[in-house]
């Protein structure tokens, strides 16, 4: 679970494993619009029209108060800015992006296979 407020670059990552429950708070490069979770993974867009993928290793590495670093990111070349995310599917999920000028736009994510 990622919880944020709208318009700071601050967020709480809380994982489970088991019984336990960890809570970690993180800076991202610039305050998301929107941020949606995909099993150890999570998602944000931005008002400057990106959408990021911050995924386990990501969440994991990155230290408490520490800056978390996209492990990738694409421009979403929307006529208007991102206002919402939602996230469909677990076995290859869609992000479907809402934005301000009334798109509906879906990115499929692709698993990198070693």
């Given at each position: 679970m990622?919880?944020?407020?709208?318009?700071?670059?601050?967020?709480?990552?809380?994982?489970?494993?088991?019984?336990?429950?960890?809570a970690k708070m993180v800076e991202l490069e610039v305050a998301p619009v929107d941020v949606a979770v995909s099993?150890?993974?999570f998602f944000t867009v931005f008002a400057d029209g990106r959408a990021a993928l911050y995924d386990g290793a990501a969440?994991?590495?990155?230290?408490e108060g520490g800056v978390i670093a996209p492990t990738s990111a694409v421009s979403?070349?929307?006529?208007?800015?991102?206002?919402?995310?939602?996230?469909?599917?677990?076995?290859?999920p869609s992000l479907w992006v809402g934005t301000g000028a009334g798109e509906v736009l879906t990115l499929t994510v692709m698993r990198k296979t070693a």
């Open positions: 990622v919880l944020f407020t709208p318009g700071r670059r601050e967020v709480c990552l809380v994982r489970r494993g088991g019984a336990e429950v960890v099993e150890s993974s969440v994991v590495g990155t230290s979403t070349a929307a006529r208007g800015a991102p206002m919402a995310l939602a996230i469909t599917g677990k076995q290859s």
